[in-house]
């Protein structure tokens, strides 16, 4: 059987692409779109009378074989998403404007904590620096050097320009990446920059407004080298729904550097011994991101 990649789907209907560079419209076989189940799984299930039926359809990303023209199998996931619905992914570039929609340590950190409960590392991508003074780009820069320590990549792009976009590019080389941040972030704008001869459809921000025309509503992946970058909706709002407040201690990778003397400890007393709290005291957690996390924690009680 033939062999390919998914890299979009609309309608019900796969755009494939082949080994030879071809891209093949196809549909998938009916075994594939819905399968019988009595055990409830992440899977997304719908239900039908008294049986349940989880759909195992075929997603963006994945490897497909094809026989007479459907695709009648996918290969074994790397891993998966549901929202957005993509499969085997390497690497996520959490992009974020420098300005418009204004910047806030709150929402990054709240993205960087999803991305990790992924299990993916994030590379941190700050966008639109072009709108900042020389004096507010520094004080950023100096902001983001406590995200470099405890170990995430940061680049700085301006889009527009094609500032910092060669030393991106290094990092795409042969992975599937996909794009995450806020709507008006400049996600759809940054790939247009990466692969100056397309020319995807990006939103423009109106200011009265404050909402924009032309945010991205379909999973798309695009050739980069050997590798593909991924433009996708339903990775701009995030919250935290998905994560158990008590391994929220756990996204923050940086507080596993102290050692607490206690055990299920979250953290959040002030109490003689908790040495991550001692740590943010002393400034050696950045005091925003510790505020951050005892908002998240906060924000997860309030719902129970
Ligand atoms: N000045 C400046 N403007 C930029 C830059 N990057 C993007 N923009 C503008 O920001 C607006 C939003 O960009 P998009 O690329 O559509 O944003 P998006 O993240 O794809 O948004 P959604 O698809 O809604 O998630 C557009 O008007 C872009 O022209 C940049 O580096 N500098
Ligand atoms: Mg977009
Ligand atoms: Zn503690």
């Known amino acids: 059987m033939e062999q390919g990649r998914i890299i979009n789907l609309c309608g019900g209907v796969y755009k494939v692409l082949m080994a030879n560079g071809e891209i093949r419209s196809l549909k998938a076989r009916g075994k594939l779109r819905s399968e019988k189940a009595y055990q409830v799984n992440e899977k997304s299930i719908s239900r039908k009378k008294d049986?349940?039926?989880i759909k195992n359809s075929p997603k963006v990303g994945d490897i497909v074989l094809i026989d007479n023209d459907m695709i009648d199998s996918y290969l074994p996931r790397k891993n998966?998403?549901?929202r957005p619905d993509i499969s085997n992914v390497d690497q996520i570039?959490?992009?974020?404007a420098a300005k418009e929609p204004d910047f806030s340590f709150f929402l990054l950190d709240l993205f960087i904590v999803n991305i990790i409960n992924k299990k993916i590392?994030?590379?941190i991508v700050i966008s639109k620096i072009d709108k900042l003074t020389s004096d507010e780009l520094s004080s950023l820069k100096n902001n983001m050097e406590y995200y470099k320590k405890i170990g995430y990549d940061v680049l700085f792009v301006n889009s527009l320009?094609?500032?910092g976009i060669d030393e991106l590019r290094e990092e795409l080389k042969g992975k599937i990446?996909?794009?995450s941040g806020q709507t008006g972030a400049g996600k759809s704008t940054l790939i247009n920059a990466i692969l100056p001869d397309f020319n995807l459809r990006t939103q423009e921000i109106s200011k009265s407004l404050g909402r924009g025309k032309h945010t991205t509503r379909e999973t798309n992946l695009y050739m980069y080298e050997d590798g593909f970058i991924g433009d996708t909706p339903g990775f701009s709002k995030l919250d935290?729904?998905?994560?158990d407040k008590d391994d929220l201690k756990y996204l923050f990778e940086e507080f596993k550097d102290y050692k607490c003397f206690f055990k299920d400890c979250n953290h959040k007393e002030n109490i003689k011994g908790c040495m991550v709290c001692d740590a943010a005291k002393n400034g050696l957690i950045l005091n925003s991101r510790y505020q951050n996390y005892l908002k998240m924690y906060d924000q997860k009680e309030g719902k129970k």
């Open 51 to 53: 049986v349940q039926y």
């Open 80 to 82: 998966e998403m549901i």
């Open 93 to 96: 570039l959490l992009v974020f």
């Open 121 to 123: 590392k994030p590379l």
């Open 161 to 163: 320009n094609g500032d």
């Open 177 to 179: 990446t996909i794009l």
């Open 240 to 243: 935290l729904s998905s994560i």
